[in-house]
């Protein structure tokens, strides 16, 4: 059975453009094979504390990663009732050094989801804001 893929032909273009000719070194590999890529956002230090802590990433649905945050994270308060934080959302958060109001929304500047460089992220105040930005960029103006 062939797996269905969440993102449509464009976006797999986009995707396969931009990552041409990069390659993750051996070390990178590694962190992300166990399950945190490196020591995200600090969270690493909680995974050492607990025996029981199995961590990692998931597919959040829509083509987001989610993580599911250990108890002590100092963004347990973004977590949803699964006790998952999108990863945009935590990337974010932490380079502002503060949690996100549930109101906040992040953007994808190339818009591709799963891409959580804080170059490619952006923080609308509130849905309308990020709204108003797309339909702007479809009209054909600048933001």
Do not use: Q
Not at 78 to 94: F, P, S, T
Not at 98 to 108: A, C, G, T, W
């Amino acid at each position: 059975m062939k797996k269905e893929s969440f993102h449509t032909e464009e976006t797999k273009k986009k995707m396969s453009e931009s990552h041409k000719g990069k390659h993750h070194s051996k070390e990178t590999i590694e962190k992300m094979s166990k399950g945190l890529m490196g020591n995200i956002n600090g969270l690493g230090k909680y995974r050492e504390k607990s025996n029981s802590w199995k961590g990692g990433f998931v597919n959040g649905g829509g083509g987001y990663i989610s993580f599911k945050a250990p108890e002590g994270c100092r963004f347990s308060c973004m977590k949803n009732n699964d006790g998952y934080i999108y990863l945009h959302r935590l990337v974010m958060a932490e380079y502002l050094n503060r949690p996100l109001d549930n109101k906040e929304v992040i953007h994808h500047k190339n818009e591709i989801r799963n891409d959580n460089r804080i170059e490619n992220l952006e923080l609308f105040e509130n849905v309308t804001e990020h709204f108003t930005y797309h339909k702007k960029i479809k009209e054909g103006g600048k933001f």
